[in-house]
């Protein structure tokens, strides 16, 4: 597998590319990135994916020279060199490095890096057997519809859902709690936060997203997703909710009620890796009937053939 990348418009080995351990993405997560995939060659949605970078960018006053174009003009040249018809593109934009202190430097030099290797596995029925997620907590900050590289919680649900052998963790806001968990093994031993609930019952808080991924839930025919507020609104939610419209359905942009889910006909997750991927089970209880449902394959294969007849430029 080649290890080149591109750092700050050049191709390198992984190896030879130094950053600066002062970069501010490393001291504060002071950073954004973008993860495109990459099919037979072409780059799905690059434009979309690469102007929400860029709009990220201004939103964080970070200063840079990048445009659409050059973007994509690097994309190319590192798909090029690589071969990798299909892949994961990772684009990652920081503030660059700066002596330590909080508030933004004066001047900045930005660093961006672009890596493209093979698409990380994911298991090989979760598509179409459907998969199984764990709810936690929310625990992060206001700024979710930026896609910064401050993902520890992100990541603190993603090694729960590991830790219990399933593939998501549903992160819930609003929850009735006086206190957080003390540690990382407290965090992730904890059973999902709706093991011990009941259809029917009264929950407090509401679903906002996966770790790595948004969700919709369906019940009645009626598809429903939280809202852009504390979410990542993902290329892939975007393209499910057109193909939603299209195909006829209901849809809506709401609040999802964590006790929601538990009575839900189907539930699904959207990513740029994982497609649209059917969740069968939460924290136990079966979804549905406990396999996809209608709704969920029809949009899985909508997106299916959307991909295949999107024009991909490689
Ligand atoms: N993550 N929500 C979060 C928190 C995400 O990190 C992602 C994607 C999504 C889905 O967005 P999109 O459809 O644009 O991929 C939603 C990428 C894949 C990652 O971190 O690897």
Redesign the pocket.
Known sequence: MSQLIVLNGQIVEVEEANVSVLDRANLFGDGLYE?IRCYTGGLFEHGTHVERLLDGAAALGITHDWTRESLESAARRLQAETGIMEGEMYIQLSRGPAVRSHYFPDSQSPTIFITLYPVRPIPPDACTAGTSVITCPDMRHGWCHLKTVNLLS?CLAKEKAHRHGVWEGLMLRGLDRTTLPGSVEEYCDAPGELSSVSPGDKFAGYVT??????VFVVKDGRIATPPREN??P????RITLELANRAGYEVKERRVLAEELLVADEVFL????GEIMPVVNIDGHLVGAGEPGPITRRLASMYTERVASAKLRG
């Not at 959207?270 to 890796?273: D, K, Q």
């Open positions: 993860v992100n997203e996966g770790a790595s991924a948004n979410i990542l993902g290329v892939t939610r959207t990513s740029t890796v």
